[in-house]
């Protein structure tokens, strides 16, 4: 049996990952977060027996440094991270203490015979696009905002204790991800419910701002074929859609979908941390899926039927 602990697996992307871990019985799952934005509604269904949650704060060593020793897990998924560009401007001491939980997790896990941690990066880390699509190796990471400059750092953590201790990794940077689960402070389900509600929708700027945006499942079915296959080890993957649309077309399409009678209000730009292009070279989650990704418009149906 495989023992994975995913840190922040409270949340919506680390949840959705122990939800299709544990249907795999060859897998035990342990889940740990400090409840600081995830939510134990997230967690697995009871059903399943082979998992467990634990409360704990992965940056504060005396508090995940039992668990991991406990177990010696085969695997780690790091996830557990402040997240959101407004939450991150907002609380910028609070995201360098994220370090903090690198270096836990890493001491911890070559200390404890971890096969391969995942890490979760974050498309932040390229800043304004110099390039697209933004690619793995040739676009430079360029972003100032302490969120990405602390991704970037985490990055570099784990290709230094690869390079020091043997201890192998795989990057993952996310791209803008949406789903049944995700916390309502997102854009894509901001603007669904806001769609539902009737409501003003609120954009930022002129909304020309393209985006992409990949359906929950895709990502999860990406990382977890890496793992099983171990594809991509000691390397970065871009996971993500490469589906260009602009903020503005996403409202107007929701506002069709969802057969609303919302408006759309513009705001006036943010002062920073609104890029306004991004777009992944996913090739490698091609080769990670093996089949074609959501397309936007039916990953939103999914979403409202859901």
Known sequence: MKKILI????????????????????????????????????????????????????????????????????????????????????????????????????????????????????????????????????????????????KNVGESFCRSYQAEFGLDFTLLRFFNTYGEKQSIDFVMSKFIKLALAHEAITIYGDGSQTRTFCYIDDNINATIYALENQLFVNDVVNIGNDELITIMELAQTIIRLTNSKSKVVHLPPLPEGDMTRRQPDITKMRKLLQTDLTPLEVGIRKLLSH
Not at 68 to 82: G, L, P, Q
Not at 119 to 136: A, D, K
Request: charge should be negative; proline fraction near 6%; aromatic fraction near 12%.
């Open 7 to 150: 840190t922040g697996g409270a949340g919506f992307i680390g949840s959705s990952l122990a939800d299709k871990l544990i249907q795999n019985p060859d897998n035990y799952v342990v889940i740990v977060d400090n409840l600081l934005t995830g939510d134990t509604q997230k967690l697995p269904s009871k059903q399943y027996a082979n998992w467990r949650f634990i409360k704990c704060d992965a940056n504060d060593y005396h508090d995940i440094a039992p668990v991991m020793t406990s177990f010696s897990f085969d695997y780690v998924f790091h996830y557990a991270a402040v997240v959101g560009v407004k939450r991150t401007l907002e609380n910028p001491v609070m995201v360098l203490r994220d370090i903090d939980g690198f270096k836990n997790v890493l001491d911890l896990s070559k200390n404890t015979g971890v096969k391969r941690v995942f890490f979760s990066s974050s498309s932040e880390v390229y800043g304004e696009p110099v390039e697209l699509p933004q690619n793995e190796h040739t676009t430079p990471l360029n972003s100032r905002l302490p969120y990405a400059v602390v």
